[in-house]
């Protein structure tokens, strides 16, 4: 009997283990077919090359606020080359490909800014295209504090969003001073040496958070498009997802002959807002 007992509790610690392993060995196996699945469907099993010196992605190790974390995107293309887009991609939120950015002329180099929401821990890629097909990408991993923030309640009473919703802040500033070095790196555009700063006031719902008084779901609403033109010409236009904050801020870097400066939104649900600036000071 006692050796029954004991051949018994092996069996069931063997168990666990194989359990344990299985159980712990699912998530990583999950992470990485979510990308490869993701990179089927967007890019059908293209090459994508790998190099910190033409496109790198910077987050932060784990959030301190879900709903708003700064991911920042720096590109500078070989010699000779030119971008024609760029893709952010936060590989489990529900809307992973979650800014794009088109070029209305091919750029050399660039960078951007945006506020995310993170709805739990995801691998994060951006894939920059060269005008002539080729496909560069970066990747990291984010950790989150797990309150869901694609289904966290809105921090905006309602009525004061929609009386603000598609008002726009522009403003202009040098390039931050402690990337000298990686504009270096970057081999970036000596004339690329302004960030553009667009502060945009909208909920951004995401069609999963609920109303707190109904309990009804609100309706999706957010970004579509965020069009940028300067001194009277089309520069680039994001196209945004539910992953973009409420109230999101979008950072890009512009060149410094640029004297005016005019942003173009249109949300989910048609609505068109405009804002203009002259930059006499640049």
Request: hydrophobic share 40%.
């Amino acid at each position: 009997m006692q050796q029954d007992r004991v051949t018994s509790t092996r069996q069931i610690a063997a168990l666990a283990a194989l359990f344990a392993t299985f159980f712990l060995a699912v998530p990583v196996f999950a992470e990485a077919n979510t990308w490869q699945d993701l990179r089927d469907e967007l890019y059908d099993g293209r090459f994508m090359a790998k190099s910190d010196a033409v496109l790198s992605l910077d987050a932060p190790y784990r959030t301190t606020d879900d709903a708003r974390t700064n991911m920042s995107v720096r590109m500078a293309a070989p010699q000779g080359q030119t971008f024609r887009s760029v893709s952010l991609i936060l590989d489990d939120n529900p809307m992973p490909v979650s800014a794009q950015i088109a070029f209305a002329d091919p750029i050399s180099t660039f960078e951007f800014t945006a506020t995310m929401r993170v709805n739990g821990p995801t691998p994060v890629h951006a894939v920059a295209e060269l005008s002539n097909g080729q496909l560069y990408v970066a990747e990291t991993f984010v950790k989150t504090s797990g309150t869901g923030a694609c289904s966290a309640p809105p921090g905006t009473d309602p009525i004061e969003a929609l009386a603000t919703l598609g008002q726009m802040e522009l403003a202009i500033r040098q390039a931050n001073p402690d990337t000298a070095t990686l504009v270096s790196t970057l081999r970036r555009d000596a004339n690329s040496v302004l960030d553009l700063e667009v502060s945009i006031k909208h909920p951004s719902h995401s069609g999963m958070q609920m109303n707190q008084i109904s309990l009804l779901y609100i309706p999706a609403r957010y970004v579509e498009t965020l069009q940028l033109n300067l001194n009277g010409a089309p520069f680039a236009t994001m196209t945004g997802s539910i992953s973009l904050s409420e109230n999101p801020q979008v950072t890009v870097s512009v060149p410094s002959g640029t004297n005016r400066v005019k942003a173009i939104l249109t949300d989910t649900d048609g609505t068109v807002t405009e804002a203009e600036r002259s930059l006499a000071d640049y």
